[in-house]
């Protein structure tokens, strides 16, 4: 556990509330080469299942999966005004250790990953599946995707903690969006182990996951 997150919990236990947690930018792992090692080495090891579609991989046949960035690359160059991805790669510290941050990266379906793109989440109205049995939509025009509802809350949370630990923003109307998924979808068990293990890994924790009640106070452009 990091030290805030150490001293959060000896006032919690002594004022019987909590501050906002934060454990600041993840500073261990230096690059996303390196993050996509310990992606497949140790967070997801024994497998899993994709996020937007929640179909099982295993550790030895995960063809057709890689990792997603729930909260896009290409928002984030822009925010940190640092150009395009690999210029950015070449010139900022700070640009490589978010990347490289696990809480922000997910297995995915190659194929949806693609899709994705850098679009937005968002509802979508009616139920067109363009993806067999995988209930992710896309409405192109709008540049919007709409996930199936067991993995909002965890889109949520990821993007929440981007938006905190790193101040990747976060429009009005998307971060509302996102709390009523936040709110929906909350943390599961799975969810909770694997910020355990994330923080093994990189010393930090979402504390969306730990306290729910937090996202509450979040505040957007």
């Given amino acids: 556990m990091c030290m805030k997150m150490r001293i959060v919990a000896v006032l919690t236990a002594i004022i019987g509330c909590a501050p906002v947690l934060s454990c600041a930018d993840q500073t261990r792992i230096e690059d996303y ?9 140790e967070l997801y090891n024994k497998g899993g299942k994709t996020l937007y579609c929640g179909e099982s991989f295993s550790a030895r046949h995960r063809r057709g ?4 960035h729930v909260f896009p690359m290409s928002w984030a160059t822009r925010t940190l005004n640092c150009g395009r991805r690999k ?10 250790r978010l990347e490289a941050d696990l809480h922000n990266l997910y297995p995915s379906r190659r194929d949806i990953n693609d899709a994705r793109a850098s679009f937005r989440f968002g509802d979508i109205g009616g139920e067109r599946r363009d993806y067999g049995s995988c209930d992710f939509e896309i409405d192109e025009r709008r540049r919007v995707v709409e996930p199936r509802p067991a993995s909002r809350g965890e889109i949520a949370r990821a993007m929440f ?3 905190k630990e790193y101040g990747m923003k976060i429009f009005r109307r998307l971060g509302r969006t996102l709390q009523r998924w ?38 957007f452009d």
């Fill in 182 to 219: 936040h709110r929906q979808d909350p943390p599961s068990k799975h969810e909770q182990h694997r910020n355990e293990v994330i923080e093994r890994i990189q010393g930090t924790r979402n504390p969306y996951i730990d306290q729910p009640e937090l996202a509450g106070e979040l505040r």
């Fill in 87 to 96: 210029q950015c790669r070449e010139d900022s510290p700070r640009f490589n």
């Fill in 65 to 68: 999966v890689n990792i997603e």
């Fill in 33 to 41: 080469e390196e993050a996509r090692h310990l992606f497949w080495t």
């Fill in 161 to 163: 903690y981007m938006h």
